[in-house]
Structure formats: structure tokens, C-alpha cells
């Protein structure tokens, strides 16, 4: 397995971020709607990494770069939606196309997991396509439950598209 940390996203990943998105988005738009082709220009993505940035400040998100040792990126895994009050967040996550079956999803969930108590979670919901057995895999291994399958629109292709509800919930542990 490789050695891999969490990064909270920052204004200076901005560069290799964009790289790592333009280098993944055949792979990636395999298993999830396509972000549009503005997306992949640089001046739009740049906005779109501090309308990020901004959002994570307001604690509304937590975003995270998986790297290796050597702090290269090979995926990302975000909180978002996180609700203080209720103690829920959605987690999403994507692994480069040259860094999947090496664990790294499983890794990076294990470690989020840890940290969500931090941001008051104690509920995180995820959501895949029905096909994406791997996702749903790792998901599972790191102790969430399948609640549901739905069927939706998707807004970017009109298809209509399975997906799997998945959530765990975990409670705290208090020391008297």
C-alpha cells in the first residue's frame, strides 16, 4: 500500500490541482458527470478554487488533497453540506486514474473519518452510482451502510442513473 496524508486545500495547490484534474478527466468522467469544459480552463478553474477556498473559511465544506509522501496529489476527498448543528457532512472523493488498487480510498476514508469529529460530524452520508462497485467497497470497509438506491436525472446528461445511498454513523467516545 502507498503512504499517503491529507492536505487541506489551499490557495498555492491552485497549479498542480488543475493539473491533476486536466491529467484524470477521461478517467473520471467515466464513473461521474463531467465538470463542462470551462472547467478546465485555467482562469475558471482559478475561481472556482477560491469560490472553494472561501467556502471551506465559512466551514460550509472541508476539502482535502490526497498526496503521496513526496506530496505529489493523487486524488482528492471532501466534507461538504457539513451541518454543525445536526452533525452531518457528505463525503466525495476521487483517486487518480495511475493511483487506484494501491488502497489509497480506503486510506484517505480512514483518515477523514478520524478527523470529522473535529468539524462536530458524527453522520457521513455518500453517494455512487450503482455500478461503481469499487467506491461502494471502500465505503463499506471503513463502516458505512447502504440505506438506499435511488434513480435520477442526471442534470449534466438527462440520463437516468442509479445511485447508491450510503451512510455511517458513529458516536463519540466519552472517558469518565
Do not use: W
Amino acid at each position: 500500500m502507498m503512504d499517503i496524508y491529507i492536505d487541506r486545500l489551499n490557495e498555492q495547490d491552485a497549479q498542480a490541482l488543475f493539473a491533476f484534474e486536466c491529467n484524470n478527466r477521461r478517467f473520471f468522467e467515466q464513473t461521474v458527470p463531467g465538470r463542462g469544459d470551462d472547467y478546465y480552463s485555467f482562469g475558471t478553474f482559478e475561481i472556482r478554487h477560491k469560490e472553494l477556498l472561501k467556502e471551506q473559511e465559512d466551514v460550509i465544506s472541508s476539502f482535502y488533497l490526497i498526496k503521496d509522501g513526496s506530496g505529489i496529489i493523487v486524488g482528492r476527498i471532501n466534507l461538504v453540506d457539513i451541518d454543525p448543528i445536526n452533525g452531518t457532512a457528505h463525503v466525495g472523493y476521487r483517486i487518480g486514474e495511475a493511483f487506484t488498487q494501491k488502497g489509497i480510498a480506503n486510506e484517505a476514508i480512514k483518515i477523514l473519518v478520524n478527523l470529522a469529529p473535529e468539524l462536530n460530524v458524527t453522520q457521513i452520508h455518500a453517494k455512487t452510482t450503482s455500478d461503481n462497485i469499487a467506491s461502494q467497497k471502500v465505503l463499506v470497509k471503513n463502516g458505512f451502510e447502504r440505506i438506499s438506491i435511488n434513480e435520477e436525472i442526471s442534470v449534466d446528461t438527462g440520463q437516468k442513473q442509479r445511485s447508491t445511498i450510503i451512510v455511517r454513523t458513529y458516536k463519540s467516545i466519552f472517558f469518565y
